[in-house]
């Protein structure tokens, strides 16, 4: 390398290593507790493959090995994900004052909790399974709804995740479900509270807030919105109900939102695409919006023909 | 490892084992018919390629390796997609009863006539690739559109995706789209049929359905839903015409709806952002939200600079 | 391999060979400058390590390596990033009768001016960290949002691409910024004027065009879109101010679309969800939908439980 060169490199090196001393959030350096999100996917792939035994294996596979497959997954998550929590519960307040392996013993006491309760897991997750089977008439086989629907994928995530947040582990439960909105577009905080045979077509652009209640058999559509009303008030409002409650029974169409923590769908509602819901709605009501009235210009038709619309051209009317 | 950790990693894995034999869809344990998805992806990787010989090259590529990289390609792919198809294909009622060599082979007979259409596939793609360069302003150079633009990419895989829906191979067609969809947020069923032409700009939201017809020169914008009005009826449904046809020459605008199998959409017109479309509209016709009025509260001023807004300060008038 | 396979192999290869000769778009061969998209990623996986040096670290970090490590990111950074640049810089029209070596020098010069410019960079992402956590209730601490926010993510690379963008470095920052966007669903032109303090929550969907203007504190949730009017002028709109300007302190609640060049949000405005805006919005405004009337229908409540609804009996009204 040139001297130049090697000059501004060191150059560059510290006016970085002085702007790392202004003790801002951004220069936060304590680095022995970092998580590892490698770590965390692949405890979410191995979580997977138990889940659905037959759906996500490799074609080596045979299933008289399930035995041995099983303990070698349970073994590894165990060893992978204790490790993880360790690291958060260590840099909890509580536990300040806690001796390194203490902590590691409740750590694995959290995952071995956590583990047994796989069974229940797999029985929501079936729910969810059928739901997607059942609401799609696009879906050719079960098969392809395991392997191709992000919607189910994203479901799977978020009850792993919900597990781990009713446990109280922090931070954990939303890298995972971070981790599936980046795969497939859906948004679920691990605190929302959600029931059986639940179903998202298409997937992407959906948002499930943290203090959320949803019931059994509710189907939502790509770009709804289950959030707050205003969040202006920041961290102040750090516990409240803010999310709405939906009952048994729903399906909410394409691009809905529905926000505030008072609000309550009924059971048996249907809500009609693009609707904007802040109240409550009554069960067995059918919302579909109403006064959206389209504008037809039929004049367009041969100005499109002869000549581009300048930007000046095109009206909204609002 | 500690006994008594091994036990409970014993009691664990027992417990599974006793939940694998519900006999529930979730269960469902034969593996030895498993598709690959890396195979899959692979296999798109390499035709990407194949359309695109200047685009997604290694640095140490040379133009004189045309034919002995193309043979190569071909080569994996005929290899990697027979597998997988002849893995597809055997799980069929109708080859239930037919030999593993004779599966093979139609596998192996479908691949070729796949390839064999790759010419008439890059006629489409370059199509699209000139209607995304004409249709944006903020476009610099055609490579950008190939390296940056996630609509091109969406499109290009449902295009490969398309002509194996054609040929009637199950479940890959989906997978494939499924992968796009995880990379760029847009979702386009393999069935649908989309002329030549097809810009999406923005990408991320836009789902188009199984039955959808689309015209040459259409345009969508991001969040556009091309759609079934309704999939209550689910399984009972398919087959069905349940999405729209668009006409040639249509421009639909971001968020805006298209629902229902016998909604056309006629050449010509251009639809507003936003807009929720259930009924036929005329060619040449410009659709724009009318009555969505807002309410502009100026007293706001000096509110938001003193407190913050409650939740319940907050108002959407519905 | 049997001859027969061979031979169709060979016959597919010459179709194609055949094709590549029809000099459209699609069939650009030039590879000698060829970009390489996984060079790129790292200098992003780098870059990031060094904005926030204490989060994306690996476990066997300490934090006596700063300097050294720093030192060695840098300099991979300068070797990879100059490459691309010099690949890009040598395909614009004035570089053209330009020595290879001249290049070279320019774009190590560019890399070296974009690299002091870190700590600047560093102070804007700092104000878009604590306007994260400052806005929004559910983040339980600072690393929940560097680990698990797309939005932030998504505006660090805008920020990184940004400032390579002011350098006049063609397409390698659309490729960052399409990065972001396919992992987080929001795509920020880097030709966009954005201020400090940005927040963007859930992220997904969001778009903000190429000529936008954006003032500090402006908060956006998913699937807003900061866009043009109408593109249908095409390439013929390029570098007019297509996309609106956001004042300070301005909320943009989800599904909100703002267009057009000369539409100018004032200062201290909430935009409600959902609303569509073509014109300009005075200073201090609250603006919410307010003719979207519902329709409720309640005698659903019986015909729900009782029977299917056909696609032809749900209406939604337009």
Known sequence: MSIAKENEIQNIVSEILEDYKKDRPIDKAEASTQLDEKAIVDVIQKLLRILYPGYYRRKSYSPHDDYRNLSYFIEVIVFN???QVSSVLSRMPEFAEVDEPVIQREAQRLVFEFLHRIP???????????????GDPAAKSMEEIVLAYPGLLAITIYR???????????LIPRMMTEYAHSRTGVDIHPGADIGRYFFIDHATGVVVGETSV???????????TIGALSTRGGQKLKGKKRHPTIEDNV???SGASILGGETVIGHDSVIGGNSFITQSIKPGTRVSVKNLELQLDESLHETVQSKDLSPEGWIYTI
């Open 160 to 170: 792993i995740a919900h597990e781990l947040y009713t446990l109280r582990i922090p």
């Open 251 to 253: 399906t909410i169409y």
């Open 81 to 83: 994900l204790s490790q």
């Open 120 to 134: 229940k897991l797999r029985d929501y997750v079936n729910s969810d399974l059928e739901a997607a089977f059942d």
């Open 214 to 224: 949803i019931g059994d058999h509710v189907k939502l559509y790509q770009g709804v």
